[in-house]
């Protein structure tokens, strides 16, 4: 999963509550990530960083909230104001090199709110 | 709205033929691609990607085609096997923004 680690793989919360997933990358990457991923969709992105301590909403940021304190970690607050948060949360990083770029991805949290 | 597509949400095929994998964008001012592989339970995994200024790229047995005329984007995959089971997605950067939109995935399937 090319240096990006999520934690935990697996989340269960009560409706209500806030929950935050963790998202740490060590390959040096500028920008970073939050995408929601539902059964059989594409992926949607949440709120995307493209540097410390700045960060742009994305297409579905309603009950989400981000922090980019610092270039190696972008952690995703799912609060109670998201009403349907269960889900598969996948973050990425990018850097670009030449005019194109990759972007990796996490293993993914699976987030489970009842 | 979604601007990335499949034509197909499922492919079938067996052990090593080669498979092709469809994909349709609508916004012209995209040039660049990525074809991403995700396994069950996995994140995204990159295959390949293309720029718009490229027709064909290709790789250790996938190539990536690009059609610009008709927006159209298609994986092909060389000799298929059962680890190539996987749910495969294309994705558009629309004007260089590194925001990229996602199509819904195909499940490709290999029989042995």
């Known amino acids: 999963d090319g240096g990006i680690t999520q934690s935990p793989k697996y989340l269960f919360r009560k409706e209500g509550q806030n929950v935050t997933l963790s998202c740490e990358q060590n390959?040096?990457?500028?920008?970073m990530y939050w995408y929601r991923q539902d059964p059989g969709q594409g992926l949607r992105l949440i709120y995307y960083?493209?540097?410390?301590?700045?960060?742009q909403k994305g297409d579905i940021a309603e009950g989400y909230s981000v922090s980019r304190e610092k270039k190696e970690s972008f952690p995703l607050t799912v609060t109670s104001a998201q009403k349907n948060p269960t889900a598969f949360y996948l973050c990425a990083s990018s850097i670009s090199r030449g005019g194109s770029y990759e972007q990796y991805f996490g293993p993914g949290t699976r987030l489970t709110v009842t | 709205g979604e601007s990335v597509g499949l034509h197909l949400p499922t492919l079938s095929v067996q052990e090593g033929d080669n498979s092709i994998i469809n994909c349709a964008y609508s916004n012209s001012a995209s040039d660049y691609f990525i074809w991403y592989k995700q396994e069950s339970g996995k994140g995204p995994q990159f295959i390949i990607d293309i720029r718009s200024n490229m027709d064909k790229r290709q790789g250790q047995r996938v190539t990536v085609l690009l059609n610009k005329t008709v927006k159209h984007l298609s994986l092909q995959i060389a000799a298929t096997q059962p680890g190539d089971s996987a749910v495969y997605f294309c994705a558009e950067d629309p004007g260089g923004s590194e925001k990229l939109v996602f199509g819904k995935g195909t499940k490709l399937t290999v029989n042995p």
């Open positions: 390959l040096n990457h500028d920008a």
């Open positions: 960083s493209q540097i410390v301590n700045d960060f």
